[in-house]
């Protein structure tokens, strides 16, 4: 696992969004590992956010009908 503190955002992203896919990410990794009883090595957290911005965890946005 790398240092967080080695991790740069991506040129052009906004760096509170990427913290707040990486809080979804590691809530649904969190509610993963209650479902199936499996251990995730390390702080949750962490990998979470080195995995945003590795760019491994996919998003998108809802278009809003008008």
Request: positive net charge; without cysteine; proline residues 6%.
């Amino acid at each position: 696992m790398t240092k967080l503190s080695a991790l740069v955002t991506p040129p052009g992203s906004n760096k509170y969004e990427i913290a707040i896919i990486a809080a979804r990410e590691a809530r649904r990794i969190n509610d993963w590992t209650r479902r199936s009883g499996e251990k995730v090595p390390g702080k949750v957290t962490a990998s979470a956010l080195e995995r945003t911005i590795r760019g491994e965890v996919a998003y998108g946005y809802e278009d809003i009908p008008e």
